[in-house]
């Protein structure tokens, strides 16, 4: 999580969506960097809103405005599995190599999900609270220009970004049967990424 107090912006880090590129990036210009741990790096809106919100309206502005990235969620979905190979992840519980994508999928529609399915949900983290505290600026990961041309005029800055926190490469196909169970599991997760408005 990044705040940037001249801006009155506060960067909410969704994991999976590149948000760690954006903090090797922005950091020099932040007033306040949250990158451990993981529970306040990855704050989602309803921890943002009971711990750093009453503090920075306190001390830093009446107003701060919530920026968030979304993936698209079978992508987002496909990033996650493809983390858990990573090489010093073999034999750990949570490992995803001896696996096929569709595995890993079937798992995450569960009620109850395996460790190596347990990654949380883009839409619980971006959730609104009831008092009205919600992102206010939520871009696709998939349109970095937009996100990129936001943050340039909104920051006053030039971005150059890296590669960070990659997960290792290729695509893994995931079967129509069980994409359209997850579809119909989590539809909360695809109608939100649609209503994202597209450049």
């Not at 079978?74 to 034999?91: E, V």
């Not at 983290?125 to 349109?143: A, C, I, K, S």
């Not at 290792?168 to 995931?174: H, I, K, T, Y």
């Not at 129509?176 to 997850?182: D, G, I, R, S, Y």
């Amino acid at each position: 999580m990044l705040v940037f107090s001249k801006s009155r912006l506060v960067f909410l880090s969704v994991p999976k969506t590149g948000t760690t590129a954006y903090e090797r990036a922005l950091a020099p210009l932040a007033s306040m960097v949250v990158t451990d741990p993981p529970e306040l790096k990855h704050a989602p809106v309803y921890r943002y809103n009971r711990f750093f919100r009453p503090v920075l309206e306190k001390f830093v502005a009446e107003r701060m405005e919530t920026l968030a990235v979304m993936r698209e969620p079978i992508s987002w979905l496909n990033s996650w599995y493809r983390y858990r190979q990573r090489p010093f992840m073999r034999g750990h519980p949570n490992a995803t190599h001896d696996m096929d994508f569709d595995a890993f999928v079937q798992g995450y529609c569960k009620g109850d999900r395996p460790g190596f399915a347990n990654v949380g949900s883009q839409a619980r983290f971006l959730e609104p609270r009831p008092n009205g505290t919600r992102v206010d600026h939520l871009f696709r990961y998939e349109d970095q220009p937009a996100l990129l041309a936001f943050l340039e005029a909104r920051l006053e800055t030039r971005i150059i970004l890296t590669r960070e926190n990659v997960s290792p490469p290729g695509v893994a196909e995931l079967s129509p049967e069980v994409e359209a169970k997850l579809r119909r599991k989590c539809a909360e997760e695809f109608e939100l990424y649609d209503a994202i408005p597209a450049a």
